[in-house]
């Protein structure tokens, strides 16, 4: 099979059913469901567009049996790396920015593991083997993958294995001649209900102590046992798309994952049993550089996109005469470009892989990209609240247009420069669902959070730092310094110079 189409994509769901529940009732047919057909048609389009001949070419590359995603296939110059973040930036712009976990993001994973099977390898060839033929059942069969790298929010104060219910947290219960029987919970599924395959990986932070909670593997979502339980949904299937022009289309089903007794054939078995191990695979298999690209290019159509609309709110009602408005206009306008400059930065900045068959993006500006991201997209979203003020509280609804007071809403909800009223309530709609409305706020705190904590990544940029060249300038400053009792005498001397 080579890159499949919308249509196909959705035929997989349909074929098969998992557990699903929303608001206390299990969905059968995913597809069917007001909650969830709107995100899933917008991930069938992503998939079209890799056979639409505007977009074929960026989107896919020859594989061993057709065509498949770029985001699949190991970048091996410069050039490729550039053609990636095109790849990326076409998905993104697709969907603004807003779904965070489009299918390139775990492709770009599944392939970052197959290009480093000398990490899986250090438990057993098995291993190895195991992920290099995941990573090419996934890849020419098109699938579409989520993962869960979080464990409950129960007790932080504790390690996985201190818990009061020792599977609280996703674990091994047991080997079978089979596999591993896995028990408990994980999240932040995004996605999950609409998505092909699930990926386990944790992220760093396993104790010792937690060996049954370092397990790295992947299964259907349709396995027996494994249950998605997905939030409330900002939009149920009832919004309008003109009252809801982003949470009526991009809305991703975040889900609680529950393990009842799953069992993982060893064929899907990845890695089990080593919190060391575990705990250094972001590092050592580079997938934190990968996703990080994805990420980055995705961060930038976002940031672009909200960047776009404060800037046309402003000129709708014509506050950006104003110097104050200029000056947040224009530090989002540097927070965008901050962005697109380390993109550019990590594919420049590039490193060759430990096989020195493929390349990948300079990890340094990726990181600060992840750090910016999670701060500058929620000033963006303030700023837009700012510019917006009472004005996206006050906006009809699109009902009122056809209605009775429609003259009132056609007079007095115009804007500047004989903008009329329902170009000028579309906009602040849009800015609404993009910076107010739970959808927008879901947004942030997404990005917020994106990466992790943003208290311990910047703990962690400055613990790893290499510090060789900043300190190397102090050292050649402090050396200016000299001996302080010869540096006494020689400015003495400069003061009394002696008779000629």
């Known amino acids: 099979m080579t890159v499949r189409s919308g249509v196909q994509y959705l035929e997989r769901l349909q074929k098969t059913p998992r557990e699903v529940w929303l608001r206390g009732e299990r969905v059968e047919d995913v597809t069917a ?27 896919t590359r020859p594989g061993p049996n057709g065509p498949v995603g770029t985001s699949f296939v ?7 790396l550039v053609g990636r973040r095109e790849a990326f930036r076409v998905w993104s712009e697709a969907t603004l920015g807003l779904m965070g976990r489009s299918p390139d993001f775990l492709n770009t994973t599944v392939m970052a593991f197959a290009e480093e099977p000398g990490v899986f390898a250090q438990l057993g060839q098995r291993y190895a083997d195991n992920v290099a033929r995941y990573y090419e059942y996934v890849r020419d069969n098109d699938l579409f993958l989520t993962h869960a790298l979080i464990t409950p929010q129960t007790d932080r104060s504790r390690s996985s294995a201190e818990q009061a219910d020792a599977f609280l947290h996703m674990g091994v219960v047991e080997e079978t001649a089979d596999g591993l029987v896995v028990r ?31 397990a790295v593997f992947a299964i259907p979502i349709e396995t027996p046992g494994l249950r998605l339980i997905s939030r409330e949904p900002f939009d149920d299937g009832t919004r309008n798309r003109f009252d809801h022009p982003l949470s009526a289309h991009f809305e991703e089903a975040d889900s609680l994952v529950v393990f009842d007794d799953v069992l993982v054939p060893w064929h899907r078995v990845f890695l089990h049993g080593s919190v060391e191990l575990a705990n250094k695979l972001y590092v050592e298999t580079n997938l934190r550089q990968h996703t990080a690209h994805q990420t980055g290019v995705r961060g930038l159509v976002k940031m672009q996109f909200i960047t776009g609309v404060a800037m ?45 068959n493929s390349l990948r993006c300079g990890f340094l500006p990726l990181q600060t990209l992840r750090m910016h991201l999670s701060a500058s997209y929620p000033k963006a979203a303030e700023v837009l609240q700012t510019l917006g003020a009472g004005g ?3 906006m009809p609804s699109a009902e009122d247009f056809g209605s009775e007071i429609g003259d009132d809403i056609a007079r007095y909800f115009q804007g500047a420069d004989g903008l009329d009223a329902t170009q000028r309530v579309r906009l602040y709609k849009l800015a609404w669902d993009l910076c107010g409305d739970g959808f927008g706020q879901r947004a942030v705190q997404y990005e917020r959070y994106y990466a992790g904590d943003p208290v311990r990544l910047y ?15 102090v050292d050649r400053a402090l050396a200016l310094g000299g001996d302080p009792q010869e540096a006494v005498a020689e400015s003495r001397g400069r003061a009394h110079p002696a008779a000629g």
């Open 33 to 59: 469901h007001p909650a969830f057909r709107a995100p899933i048609q917008q991930i069938a389009r992503l998939y079209d567009m890799q056979h639409d001949p505007a977009y074929a070419d960026v989107l």
């Open 459 to 473: 703990a962690m940029n400055y613990l790893g730092y290499d510090k060789t060249d900043a300190f190397r300038l």
């Open 184 to 214: 408990g919970a994980r999240m932040l599924a995004t996605l999950a209900p609409m998505a092909d395959e699930l990926i386990i990986y944790s992220l760093p932070g396993l104790r010792p102590g937690d060996e049954r909670h370092a």
């Open 74 to 80: 190991a970048p091996t110059s410069y050039d490729d």
């Open 392 to 394: 996206l509280l006050m």
């Open 312 to 356: 046309k709110l402003a000129q709708t009602v014509k506050i950006d005469s104003f110097l104050h408005v200029q000056h947040k206009l224009g530090e989002l306008v540097a927070a965008t470009e901050t962005c697109r400059a380390l993109v550019r930065a990590a594919e420049i900045d590039h490193e060759t892989s430990s096989s020195g």
